[in-house]
């Protein structure tokens, strides 16, 4: 379980906490909670998530187990410098999201002695690294990883395995549009859907 640094120094630095998986892994569960405690400890919280992510609520960040805290929507990562005025703690949601500008705010942010704490898929729906998370878990000094459960192995899940036949890099959705898979059920199903695919367009053709 990850604690939270309580070192004091002088010269105060902040310090970068990643939480990474797939979806429905508890990233955001994981966000909120440390959020919460920051929030109890009576420290001033600011929470940002990407204005584009309104699959719950329009301003709060809500986890798949319906947890909520209030957040601020911001359209780009430049808002949350120009809004992180005057805190101690800062948590974003849904990194993947922002643009590559996020890793200089956030390491800026640290910089200034606070604390910042980022949540986001580490992997897109083809299973590559997803947008600036790569290089927020290389600047971050504590990385949690968390797993879903493979809904057809039930073994850990790492991939986040798109259903829908939509090749955009972002698609919002739920368990209607995704589900968590294990390495080796995520590639039987990559092939399945290109089985399907290939079927598909022999038919188209005729």
Known sequence: MFLENNITT???FGWIEVVCGSMFSGKTEELIRRLKRAQFAKQKVEIFKP???VRYDDEKVVSHDANEIRSTPVPSSEH???LADDVEVVGIDEA????????KVCND???N???????????DFKGNPFG????????????????AVCTRTGNLA????????????VVLGEVEEYEPLSRAAYYNAIREQEAEKTIENKYKDR
Do not use: C, W
Not at 96 to 103: P, R
Not at 158 to 165: E, L, N
């Open 51 to 53: 204005s584009i992510d």
């Open 80 to 82: 949350i410098r120009l």
């Open 96 to 103: 993947q999201f922002f643009d590559e500008g996020i890793v």
């Open 158 to 169: 790492h991939y986040s395995f798109r259903k829908i036949q939509n090749d955009a890099l």
């Open 109 to 111: 942010l640290a910089n």
């Open 10 to 12: 002088e010269k105060k």
């Open 132 to 147: 600036p998370m790569p290089a927020l878990m290389a600047t971050a000094e504590y990385v949690t990883k968390v797993h």
């Open 113 to 123: 002695g606070i604390r910042v704490i980022v949540a986001g898929l580490d992997m």
